[in-house]
């Protein structure tokens, strides 16, 4: 009887350790998947310009105009953790107080956004600063960290472009994907007087909720109980969990006024995350779901009336500014 028992304790033993074994493996894997996608992110750094001529031929003329005229500067700050954490700004076409903070989505950078630094700049004629998030484009760092402690680091550009520009600034923080995840996020912590207005452009709910999402669709597996064994690896090794970055729960405190835009088309980042959002968020703010549109391509595929909606929704705070008429051709 006790050598049976003995023997199921040592085959219930093993069968942990070997459970144990195989969440820790898929908990660090999930970790470097999501979070350290080196391969990807070299490759978009090298072809960032090319990509961004070939997705958004207009944009050529402009932003090598401004590159060759020394106009697209850089500028770097010393994150908390001492990385250098590096950003492009250019000033409006004529002087103006009108500044946008334009933020990037997953594995991008700020190159990848200058379809909205030209939306803003060019069309809109506005100031414009565009940081590489921590661990992305020309930024260090040990991780993507999914906008969470990236709100801290937008905040602190926001900080920047204020004082670049004027010091006495009209801003609007407009982000993509990630990165208007990371704009509802700082939209919850407490602002300067200069800032009025922001516009999330398909962000997601929580860094929880759309980890689930792609442990679904891509691994066919449910979230218990690899998610909350990634989750609490992610605390231990880089200072936050996935379920604390919540941009439902930031948005919530936010109160300045917002613009939601989201693909019905978005599969990516599902277009019933933005309802919920938007709900959540209290006093002035607009949706617009746009037909057809697939994850981030809002701008791409309806450029006059993202422009309108954008430049209509954000001059009622920011104040109209030297608008160009938009082509798009």
């Not at 921590?134 to 900080?159: F, N």
Request: hydrophobic content about 40%; aromatic content about 12%.
């Amino acid at each position: 009887m006790k050598k049976s028992l003995k023997k199921s304790i040592g085959i219930v033993l093993a069968a942990l350790v070997a459970v144990g074994g195989l969440l820790a493996g898929g908990s660090f894997y999930m970790l470097s998947y999501a979070l350290r996608p080196d391969a990807v992110m070299a490759e978009k750094n090298a072809s960032s310009y090319e990509y961004m001529y070939a997705e958004y031929p207009f944009l050529a003329e402009w932003a090598d105009s401004l590159r060759s005229s020394g106009a697209l500067r850089d500028t770097v700050i010393v994150g908390d953790g001492g990385e250098r954490l590096h950003a492009v700004y250019a000033a409006a076409p004529e002087p103006t107080d009108r500044t946008a903070v334009i933020v990037h989505g997953y594995t991008d950078n700020a190159v990848r956004m200058l379809m909205i630094g030209y939306l803003y700049n060019h069309d809109l004629g506005c100031n414009i600063l565009l940081p590489d998030l921590h661990y992305h484009g020309e930024s260090e760092g040990r991780a993507i960290r999914m906008g969470w402690k990236d709100r801290l680091d937008v905040l602190r550009w926001m900080d920047i472009a204020n004082g670049l520009f004027g010091g006495r600034t009209r801003m609007v923080v407009h982000g993509i994907s990630m990165g208007a995840a990371t704009t509802m996020m700082v939209s919850g912590e407490p602002q300067r007087p200069y800032v009025k207005c922001f516009v999330e452009d398909c962000g997601y709910t929580s860094v929880w909720d759309e980890f689930r999402k792609e442990l679904r669709e891509q691994f066919s597996l449910p979230a218990f109980p690899l998610l909350y064994t990634a989750s609490w690896l992610c605390d231990l090794k880089y200072g936050w969990s996935f379920r604390e970055a919540s941009a439902l729960r930031q948005v919530a405190k936010c109160e300045l006024p917002m613009l939601f835009i989201h693909g019905d088309a978005d599969d990516f980042v599902p277009t019933r995350m933005v309802y919920p959002l938007y709900e959540a968020k209290p006093g002035e703010k607009e949706l617009w779901v746009v037909p057809g549109a697939a994850h981030a391509m809002s701008y791409r595929d309806n450029r006059a009336e993202y422009t309108r909606r954008v430049a209509e929704f954000v001059g009622r705070y920011v104040g109209d500014g030297p608008a160009r008429a938009v082509r798009t051709d």
